[in-house]
């Protein structure tokens, strides 16, 4: 039995970089399914990602340029695409002076944070609402908590990420059935995290924190992001769903607590 019954349905996914970042395992995952892949990449990771899946379509996309997105657009309706589903996997920071305090954060290093990483799923959701089907699902990648996290103004942005699903897809119920969710994961290891100052730390702690004792794999999160793209997670509309091996319920775990006590 096809239990996600997506053979033959058309997905948008964005963000491939590499075979570690999240875009990958699920277009992955998805080709597994029978689904058709379309990808959009940054330019500069365009020859990466034709070597990578270089049998599907993939189309130039600078979410920072409203011409560009226009232009996916065009490129979609021309080679007459329909889409089941859109995956916004896109996030960017800039880190090259470290992780700083909030406090201290830089406008137009938060103006072009935002951008990229929450306003390029409402700018491309825009431009592709008449390319989606009627039920289809729009899936975004976030992180599974936004309080004072250690990524600096990455947080407040994927706050914000978080925020803007559920005016999305009320936005969609005015005129179709599709759904708007965010995945969001607990720490993976992808290359985008590793240029997270301080991210190798917070990775090793975080695995002490799960309930089983291990982080997660990149593909579980994969399977959660193909789920809510089918017709199976039909319920589910303009939520958070988090996948953190259980992570966030365990910050006072025996272990981690006589550890911190025992170095005090």
């Not at 021309?78 to 920071?93: D, M, P, R, T």
């Not at 589910?236 to 025992?262: H, L, P, Q, W």
């Amino acid at each position: 039995m096809d239990f996600l019954n997506l053979k033959g349905q058309e997905v948008l996914v964005t963000g491939l970089a590499n075979k570690k970042s999240v875009a990958y395992h699920v277009a992955s995952l998805l080709k597994e399914a029978g689904a058709k892949v379309i990808f959009s990449v940054h330019p500069a990771n365009l020859s990466k990602a034709e070597t990578l899946f270089p049998e599907d379509p993939i189309y130039s996309l600078d979410v920072k340029s409203p011409d560009s997105i226009q232009m996916l657009k065009t490129n979609l309706e021309k080679n007459g695409h329909k889409l089941k589903g859109l995956v916004h996997s896109i996030a960017f920071a800039n880190y090259s002076e470290g992780i700083k305090p909030f406090i201290e954060t830089k406008w137009e290093d938060y103006l072009e944070a935002h951008q990229i990483s929450c306003h390029s799923l409402v700018s491309l959701s825009n431009a592709l609402k008449d390319l989606l089907d009627e039920n289809g699902s729009i899936v975004t990648i976030s992180i599974s908590s936004t309080k004072a996290t250690s990524y600096g103004y990455m947080g407040p942005i994927k706050a914000a990420l978080d925020a803007t699903v559920p005016f999305l897809a009320k936005s969609f119920s005015e005129f179709s059935n599709i759904r708007v969710n965010a995945v969001c994961s607990g720490p993976l290891k992808t290359s985008a995290s590793a240029g997270i100052p301080g991210y190798i730390d917070n990775y090793i702690y975080s695995e002490k924190l799960t309930l089983r004792k291990k982080n997660l794999d990149t593909r579980e999160v994969a399977s959660t992001v193909a789920f809510l793209l089918s017709d199976r997670s039909s319920g589910i509309n303009a939520e958070r769903v988090v996948v953190d091996a259980g992570m966030s319920c365990n910050y006072f775990d025996g272990e981690v607590v006589k550890t911190v006590a025992d170095n005090i």
